[in-house]
């Protein structure tokens, strides 16, 4: 940990986010990231009614980073001006209503130290709220890729027979991925932006993954998901 580069969060809201599920995701960032990796979490208060993130009252370790554009960015623009805001050395971007596990952060920082091109993803499990207001979280597998097709549609597969061989002796050892989710993956700031970062014309999200990952493996580096990294997302919270 103590010769890891330090991570600047980015989260962003769009939507009628509800406060609690924010809190969750800070929370559960709070403890379980190690203070010394955690550079600051920036909090992007796009256009959302209910958020009233200005009320988060938290000591300042870490540092938290408010922005509220005035005029809505869109998901993906609200994203890159986080990420050209954040000062640590690697950038994750994170929705608002996750939970992140017990070590989520640093093997993702571990791939990425071996090989500074390295776009390193956490699995996902699932949270989901029922009718009567009562949470459920699944575990989700540590074995899928992403993958697209022809029509940018994105999609999870099981992992192929080379995988699975590769992986008998080591099952923490990273999938090869042909692409990357949306959101909580880790990758250092400097080889990010000299890749393109984001397009600025991109409003809203889906299909910057996939352009993502693509110019990741075209510049030499590679996109890895990490199965010792967990991060819970909420179902239906789009
Ligand atoms: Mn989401």
């Known amino acids: 940990v103590n010769t890891m580069p330090k991570t600047s969060i980015i989260i ?13 995701t800070l929370h559960s960032i709070i403890q379980r990231t190690p203070v010394k ?36 960015l869109g998901m993906q623009r609200a994203r890159l001006s986080g990420f050209k805001l954040a000062r640590g050395e690697v950038i994750v971007p994170m929705d608002s209503h996750m939970e992140v596990q017990e070590g989520w952060l640093e093997p993702l920082l571990d791939v ?3 090989d500074p091109r390295t776009l390193a993803s956490s699995y996902l499990d699932w949270m989901h709220i029922d009718e009567n207001d009562s949470w459920t979280y699944k575990h989700g597998p ?12 994105f999609g999870f597969q099981d992992s192929n027979k080379e995988d699975i061989e590769a992986r008998q002796n080591d ?30 014309q991109m409003k809203a999200w889906g299909g910057e993954n996939i352009d993502l990952a693509l110019r990741v493996w075209r510049c030499g580096g590679r996109v890895l998901n990490i199965p010792c990294s ?7 919270s789009g």
């Open 37 to 72: 990796l955690l550079e600051e979490i920036i909090l992007i208060n796009d256009n959302s009614h209910k958020g009233e993130t200005t009320s988060i009252q938290y000591s300042m370790k870490p540092a938290f980073v408010f922005c509220s554009p005035t005029i809505p």
């Open 112 to 114: 990425i130290q071996q």
């Open 12 to 24: 962003t809201f769009i939507k009628n986010e509800e406060l609690s599920h924010l809190l969750r």
């Open 171 to 200: 099952v923490t050892a990273p999938v090869v991925s042909p692409m990357c989710i949306g959101s909580n993956w880790a990758m250092r700031k400097d080889v990010f932006e000299e890749i393109g970062a984001f397009d600025e």
């Open 230 to 236: 967990h991060a819970a997302h909420l179902e239906q």
């Open 142 to 153: 540590s074995t899928w890729k992403t993958y697209f097709e022809w029509n940018f549609d």
